[in-house]
C-alpha cells in the first residue's frame, strides 16, 4: 500500500509531502521519477507535488505534463485510484487534461504566501470525507499563478457534478467562483492551490491539512 510521491526537476514540496505521509498520516511513501515510465504496482495513490517543475517555463506545468510517468499517471486515474495535485501538482494535472480548467498568473500578477481560509463545498469525496460540510479551514497558499479559469460550460459542468470540493473564503488570486480546489467528474483526481502537508502539523498552525489525507486513507479503507 504505497502513496507515489512525484519528482520532477524543480518539485520543491516532495519532501514535506514524504515526511507528513510517513510520520503523521503513517502509510508507506515512496518518490517516483518523472522519467520512470511506470508506477511500481503497489502504489494506491499518487500525489503530485508542489514546486517550479521545469522553472515554471512557458506556462506553470506545461513541460511537465510530457514527463514520462505521466503516461501511466494517467492509465493510473482512469481505472480510477486517487490521483492528488497540489499547487503545482495541480497545475500540472490541469495541463495534462486530468482536470478541468487551468492556473492563469494571480490576477494582481504578485506571488502570495499566507494562510488562507477556505469552504468545504463538498464532503462526499475520496479526499474531503473527513470534513464537515460547508465546514471552514484554514491551509496555507503559496503561488504565483494560482488563479483558476474555466469558461462558463465548464463551471456549470462542475457545479452540476458536484465537483468544487474548496473554495477561498476571500478570493486571494482571482479564481474564478472562489475556486481553490476540484475534483474530476469521476470523483478520484483532485488538484488544489492550498497545500495541505504545510497544514499537518500544530506546530505549523493546523492540522486540516491532515484531514484531507486521512480521507483518502479512511476511502481506501472502506474498499
Ligand atoms: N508552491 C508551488 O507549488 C508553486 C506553484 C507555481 N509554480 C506557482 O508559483 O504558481
Redesign the pocket.
Known sequence: MKYAVIRFP?S??DWDMYYVLRDQLKVEPIFVDYRETNLPIDVVAVIV?????YG?YLR??AIARFAPIMEDIKKFAEAGNPVLG????F?ILTEAHLLPGG?RK?QHLE?ICQQQDLFVQNNQTTFSNQFKPGEKVMMPV?????NYYCDDVTLQQLRTHNQIVLTYSKNPNGSVADIAGIVNEQGNVMGM?P?PERASELVLGGTDGLRLFQSVVTRQLQK
Not at 507535488?49 to 517543475?53: A, D, E, L, T, V
Request: with cysteine.
Open positions: 524543480g520543491n514540496c507535488p508542489g514546486g517550479f517543475s515554471d506553470s506545468g497540489v499547487c503545482n501538482g497545475q492556473l494571480n506571488f503559496a503561488h504565483g499563478d494560482g492551490m497545500h
